[in-house]
């Protein structure tokens, strides 16, 4: 099981290293999403969930659908979040980086020098943040404790942590079973225990700290199933179950195969009939740009081991 777990996470690791190799200015969303996922099948991995690419603001749960015209400019600060399984052992790490110019430096932004600077140090934080978390996890730790270390670590840079997101445990097949691990020292006396498989994930901004729900959604999650009166929602329904089980895919997997709004019809009465859950996309409340930092690690009695390192 462990061996499982070691090659997802040199998986992800890898793909991580060619993700923020691609990344540059005009670089195509769509083109570095279906890079991403590529390659992890191209090692004999499966994406454990699509391939998340949430830009300044936008903080999480952002895919490409299939007609994403969108480029990335220089400036941007890229969080490239994957995820990959091997039979169903995911390993999940996400890293933040600033999209260079042409002539792959950081002069020329539309952005000033401070800002640049920011965006420098909030990504540093999200990683020290990360490190100090790590360092704090073994067996019979509270989850509390984690997230304490996380919010004093980037509270002492002047920053804040994202309070409504979290890390989360991970199951074979599942990637959040249940355990949450906060980013803000919080009343939890949930204790993480040997063998637990933990994905810790601070985000960091200079806004309030806080992601709200955007109407959009381009990555779902199978639910249950439900009687559905649209042949094509019951088709779709069986195809998601067959493929994905409980684990997170992305619309623009299933597109090919409906016409014209075929498809839309489709999984609107998958989410409506709560068959299929919509993952919202996520920013951040004030409109304040986040970096993230996330490493997957396997609890041990007197420490952790880094699947994604
Ligand atoms: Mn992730
Ligand atoms: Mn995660």
């Not at 699509?50 to 969080?79: F, M, Q, R, W």
């Not at 980086?97 to 952005?111: A, H, Q, W």
């Not at 409506?272 to 930092?293: D, F, I, M, N, W």
Request: proline share 3%; hydrophobic share 40%; with cysteine.
């Amino acid at each position: 099981m462990v061996e499982m777990y070691k090659k997802s996470g040199e998986i992800v690791s890898k793909v991580r290293a060619m993700a923020i190799k691609k990344v540059k200015e005009n670089l195509k969303v769509l083109d570095l999403v279906e890079f991403v996922e590529h390659e992890i099948k191209k090692m004999g991995g499966e994406p454990a969930f699509p391939c998340n690419i949430s830009i300044n603001e936008v903080t999480a749960h952002y895919t490409s659908p299939s007609n994403d015209e969108s480029l990335l400019k220089k400036g941007d600060l890229v969080k490239i979040d994957l995820g990959a399984h091997v039979d169903g052992y995911i390993a999940d790490s996400a890293v933040t980086v600033v999209v260079k110019g042409e002539t792959s430096d950081f002069t020329d932004l539309p952005l000033s020098e401070k800002e640049l600077e920011l965006q420098f140090k909030m990504i540093e934080t999200a990683q020290e943040a990360l490190e100090n978390a790590i360092s704090t996890v073994k067996d019979g730790v509270n989850v509390g404790e984690i997230g304490k270390v996380v919010e004093e670590t980037v509270t002492a840079k002047n920053l804040k942590p994202v309070s409504n997101l979290t890390g989360h445990s991970m199951d074979r097949w599942i990637l959040h079973s249940g355990l949450s691990i906060p980013n803000i020292n919080e009343e939890n006396r949930r204790k993480i225990v040997e063998g637990d498989v933990l994905a810790i994930e601070p985000f960091v901004t200079n806004g309030v700290g806080r992601v709200t729900d955007m109407k959009d959604a381009y990555i779902f999650r199978f639910l249950r199933d439900r009687p559905l009166r649209m042949v094509q929602a019951r088709k779709l329904l069986q195809q998601i179950e067959l493929n994905y089980k409980n684990l997170p895919f992305a619309g623009r997997w299933l597109q090919e195969g409906f016409k014209g709004r075929q498809f839309n019809l489709a999984m609107r009465q998958l989410i409506s009939s709560r068959a299929v859950y919509p993952y919202h996309v996520l920013t951040e409340k004030s409109g304040a740009r986040v970096a993230q930092a996330e490493h997957t690690v396997i609890v041990e009695s007197d420490g952790c081991e880094i699947i994604t390192q």
